[in-house]
T-cell receptor
Framework: EDQVTQSPEALRLQEGESSSLNCSYT??????LFWYRQDPGKGPEFLFT???AGEEKEKERLKATLTKKESFLHITAPKPEDSATYLC???????????FGPGTRLSVLP | EPEVTQTPSHQVTQMGQEVILRCVPI?????FYWYRQILGQKVEFLVS????????KSEIFDDQFSVERPDGSNFTLKIRSTKLEDSAMYFC??????????FGPGTRLTVT
């Protein structure tokens, strides 16, 4: 059974304090790992797709990396507007659905 | 920028009533999905839809649920007889060219 865990559950950072969020996964044949941002009461907002170990993607202050067992979302010099819940999801080969992790709730304090 | 839209944003219904949640996926997308998120819990897959039929469904998607694409733009989720435990945010999504899914803003369903 496909499984996704995320750590930490919650993270509080000072503005400018860089850190990383972890997503560990178990899937029988990975098609892709997807990172999303979710604001309270809103739908997940797509950030990145990673397909194979060693791949990296960047967008503004965010950088996502992938190994065979986990993915990291690195946040460099975060700002208060980066506060949100960050979700990762996996999709297996020949499957349609995403399996989501529980998310990491990030708070960036000014 | 194209986006997925959903209506209504909030639906309140009584237990046992039927509800229909509506979605307009991104226009050139071919795969559509429904997910739900119970307050404080994970986003859970319900069903995927392609070429006017269900391509995959989860254990949650039982006989009380159905999906339909009644015309060229709308995609609907029907819950025939709602239960208290159906209270959740329901998200529609459509799939882009690189398997990424774009989610709508959600419909908050409250069953009383």
């Amino acid at each position: 059974e496909d499984q996704v865990t995320q750590s930490p559950e919650a993270l509080r950072l000072q503005e400018g304090e860089s850190s990383s969020l972890n997503c560990s996964y178990t899937v029988s044949g990975l098609r892709g790992l997807f990172w999303y941002r979710q604001d309270p009461g809103k739908g997940p907002e797509f950030l990145f797709t990673l397909y194979s170990a060693g791949e990296e993607k960047e967008k503004e202050r965010l950088k996502a990396t992938l190994t065979k067992k986990e993915s990291f979302l690195h946040i460099t010099a975060p700002k208060p507007e980066d506060s949100a819940t960050y979700l990762c999801a996996v999709q297996r080969n020949y499957g349609q659905n995403f399996v989501f992790g529980p998310g990491t709730r990030l708070s960036v304090l000014p | 920028e194209p986006e997925v839209t959903q209506t209504p944003s909030h639906q309140v219904t009584q237990m046992g009533q039927e509800v229909i949640l509506r979605c307009v996926p991104i226009s050139n997308h071919l795969y559509f999905y429904w997910y739900r998120q119970i307050l404080g819990q994970k986003v859970e897959f319900l069903v995927s839809f392609y070429n006017n039929e269900i391509s995959e469904k989860s254990e949650i998607f039982d006989d009380q649920f159905s999906v339909e694409r009644p015309d060229g733009s709308n995609f609907t989720l029907k819950i025939r007889s709602t239960k208290l435990e159906d209270s959740a945010m329901y998200f529609c999504a459509s799939r882009g060219q690189a398997y990424e899914q774009y989610f709508g803003p959600g419909t908050r369903l409250t069953v009383t």
